[in-house]
C-alpha cells in the first residue's frame, strides 16, 4: 500500500550541480503535481501533470523542468541548483484535476543546497 | 500582501478544547476552500472541502467559510493528543489551483 513514493527523502548538494527528484504513484492517478514548502510560506506550486503526456507550469516554475514519464512518474529536475532552492519538496496526485478528490501527497524530500 | 494569510502559531490547548483555526484571504474570485492536517515530516493529507459559503461538518471537525469578510475557519471539538499537527488551509478559484497559507502548527496536551 505505497500510495506516493518519492526518492531520495534528503539530499545536499552544492550551488551549480544538477539533480532529478523521482516521484512515483501506484494509484493509476491521472494527474499529478510537484510544490515546494519553505517556512511562512505554505506549499507552492511548481509544476502539475493534468495527464500522461501533459505538463504545465504552476506558480513558481523557475529553475525547474520536469519530465511525467509514464502514467506512474513525474520527475522534477534543478538543472544548476541555487541556495534559493533549499526547500521541502512534496509530489502529490490525484485521480484527476478536481479538488474535492483526495490529493495524496508523499513525505517529501528535504533538499539543501550550499 | 499574501493572497492567503494564516496564524502560524504554535497554538496550545489541552486534551478536550475546542480549537478554532482561522484564515483570511485578498482574492474574493476563490470559491473552492480546503483544509489539510500535516504530521511532523509527512505531507498533507485533506481534511475538509467545501464549495462557496456556508458550514461543513465531518464528526469532531467543523468547516466554516464566510466569502463576505474573506475568512474561513476550521473547529476541532473534544480535541485530542492525535490532533497535533500543522494545519494548512487552502483555496482556489477555479477547482484546479491551489494557494495554500502558511499553516498553523497544533499542540494538544494529555
Known amino acids: 500500500n505505497a500510495g506516493v513514493t518519492q526518492t531520495p527523502k534528503f539530499q545536499v548538494l552544492k550551488t551549480g550541480q544538477s539533480m532529478t527528484l523521482q516521484c512515483a504513484q501506484d494509484m493509476n492517478h491521472n494527474s499529478m503535481y510537484w510544490y515546494r514548502q519553505d517556512p511562512g510560506m505554505g506549499l507552492r506550486l511548481i509544476y502539475y501533470?493534468?495527464?500522461?503526456?501533459?505538463?504545465d507550469k504552476g506558480e513558481v516554475p523557475n529553475g525547474y523542468n520536469v519530465s511525467r514519464l509514464n502514467k506512474r512518474e513525474f520527475s522534477l529536475r534543478l538543472e544548476s541548483a541555487a541556495p534559493s532552492q533549499t526547500s521541502v519538496y512534496f509530489c502529490?496526485?490525484?485521480?484527476?484535476?478536481?479538488?474535492?478528490?483526495?490529493?495524496?501527497f508523499g513525505d517529501g524530500t528535504r533538499l539543501s543546497i550550499l | 500582501q499574501k493572497e492567503v494569510e494564516q496564524d502560524p502559531g504554535p497554538l496550545s490547548v489541552p486534551e478536550g478544547a475546542i480549537v478554532s483555526l482561522n484564515c483570511t484571504y485578498s482574492?474574493?474570485?476563490?470559491?473552492?476552500f480546503m483544509w489539510y492536517r500535516q504530521y511532523s515530516r509527512k505531507g498533507p493529507e485533506l481534511l475538509m472541502y467545501t464549495y462557496s459559503s456556508g458550514n461543513k461538518e465531518d464528526g469532531r471537525f467543523t468547516a466554516q467559510v464566510d466569502k463576505s469578510s474573506k475568512y474561513i475557519s476550521l473547529f476541532i471539538r473534544d480535541s485530542q493528543p492525535s490532533d497535533s499537527a500543522t494545519y494548512l488551509c487552502?483555496?482556489?478559484?477555479?477547482?484546479?489551483?491551489?494557494?495554500f497559507g502558511a499553516g498553523t502548527r497544533l499542540t494538544v496536551k494529555p
Open positions: 501533470s493534468a495527464s500522461e503526456g501533459t505538463t
Open positions: 482574492n474574493s474570485a476563490f470559491q473552492y
Open positions: 487552502a483555496m482556489s478559484p477555479n477547482n484546479n489551483d491551489m494557494r
Open positions: 502529490a496526485s490525484r485521480e484527476d484535476r478536481r479538488l474535492n478528490q483526495p490529493q495524496h
